[in-house]
């Protein structure tokens, strides 16, 4: 199932932006959901991460890149509301 966004549904990531073309599905076949940092062979990267940690670690990585505390803040706001997360609550 294709994503009308084009942002990975667990982290937020843009799916283009991702290496390796995004996640993989269990089959083999990418994943048009998650990206590769979080999804591979059809399994969550980190299953028992809750959506606290991954707005932090989301948080970290763009701070790595050079983004603003304020602008990472902006981008890990709208997490909670992906379909991995929204699915689970």
Same mark, same amino acid.
């Given at each position: 199932?294709?994503?009308?966004?084009?942002?990975?549904?667990?982290?937020?990531?843009?799916?283009?932006?991702?290496?390796?073309?995004?996640?993989?599905?269990?089959?083999?076949?990418?994943?048009?959901?998650?990206?590769?940092?979080?999804?591979?062979?059809?399994? &969550?990267? &980190?299953?028992?991460?809750?959506?606290?940690?991954?707005?932090?670690?989301?948080?970290?990585?763009?701070?790595?890149?050079? &983004?603003?505390?304020?602008?990472?803040?902006? &981008?890990?706001?709208?997490?909670?509301?992906?379909?991995?997360?929204?699915?689970?609550?």
């Amino acid at each position: 199932m294709a994503t009308a966004s084009g942002y990975c549904q667990s982290c937020g990531m843009p799916l283009k932006r991702d290496e390796k073309g995004g996640g993989t599905n269990a089959d083999g076949s990418k994943s048009t959901t998650y990206c590769s940092h979080c999804y591979a062979d059809g399994k &969550f990267t &980190f299953p028992d991460l809750t959506v606290d940690q991954m707005q932090v670690r989301v948080k970290e990585k763009l701070r790595e890149f050079g &983004f603003p505390g304020f602008i990472a803040g902006m &981008f890990t706001s709208k997490i909670p509301k992906l379909k991995r997360w929204s699915e689970n609550q």
